[in-house]
Nanobody, 119 residues
Framework: QVRLVEYGGGPVQAGGSLRLSCAAS????????LAWYRKAPGKGREVVAS????????YYSDSVKGRFTISIDDVKNTVHLQMNSLKPEDTAIYYC????????????WGQGTHVTVSA
């Protein structure tokens, strides 16, 4: 059973940085796609950034482009999100998402980690 655990969230002042990480267990293959989503209070869930399992083809939403960086480590089952120049509007619950096209379940979600950016 695949389990995703996010960590690294917390309170931070505007202009500060945080590094989120998501560790996967129970999965022996490399994921095809790894991504970070977020859900801000009163808003829908949105994709923040994604990366192919090979480490190529990154995507960033316009709201975080130039400030956030998604990466995967050598083990290929941990994904990070480096968040710099944080703004109050980045306040949200951040969720890790992974996709394995060959798995019957297909997509997996973490439980989320809170990020609160104060002005």
């Amino acid at each position: 059973q695949v389990r995703l655990v996010e960590y690294g969230g917390g309170p931070v002042q505007a202009g500060g940085s945080l590094r989120l990480s998501c560790a996967a267990s129970g999965h022996t293959r490399a994921f095809d796609v790894l991504a970070w989503y977020r859900k801000a209070p009163g808003k829908g869930r949105e994709v923040v950034a994604s990366i192919r399992g090979s480490g190529s083809n990154t995507y960033y939403s316009d709201s975080v482009k130039g400030r956030f960086t998604i990466s995967i480590d050598d083990v290929k089952n941990t994904v990070h999100l480096q968040m710099n120049s944080l703004k109050p509007e980045d306040t949200a619950i951040y969720y890790c998402n992974t996709i394995d096209y060959s798995d019957p379940v297909g997509t997996f979600w973490g439980q989320g980690t809170h990020v609160t950016v104060s002005a």
